[in-house]
């Protein structure tokens, strides 16, 4: 009885942890605006991102006290991964006239706000 209590103690504390967990999502992104991920106090987080459009995205980092640093261009059909800072975001925006298709794989913290600029 308490060997099952502490296993499932374990699995349940390994489960909750946010350092193990890891998250898909497919987003699109409307023409001339910006996906953020992580604009928001959190930990430390990497994303997978595939950029299944037609055009161009420009990915970068914003630190939640301001400013931006770490520019990119993700051309179509290119996978790249980012590692982000504690208490900074991911900015993916779609500066084409066309909607666009991103693929993520988020791991780390993912207690992430998620959300849409212009």
């Known amino acids: 009885m308490k060997i099952s209590m502490v296993t499932m103690a374990l699995f349940l504390l390994l489960n909750s942890c946010?350092?193990?967990?890891?998250l898909s999502s497919s987003t699109t992104i409307k023409p001339n605006d910006s996906f953020l991920l992580?604009?928001?106090?959190?930990?430390?987080?990497s994303v997978k991102l595939r950029n299944d459009s037609k055009h161009d995205l420009k990915v970068y980092k914003a630190p939640i006290n301001g400013g931006t640093h770490s520019p990119q261009f993700v051309k179509p059909n290119e996978e790249i991964f980012v590692k982000v800072e504690k208490n900074t975001g991911l900015v993916i925006s779609n500066?084409?006239?066309?909607?666009?298709?991103?693929n993520l794989f988020v791991k780390g913290d993912l207690g992430l706000s998620m959300g849409y600029k212009n």
């Open 95 to 102: 500066p084409s006239l066309d909607t666009a298709v991103v």
């Open 18 to 22: 946010s350092i193990f967990s890891s």
């Open 38 to 45: 992580g604009n928001n106090e959190h930990g430390h987080f």
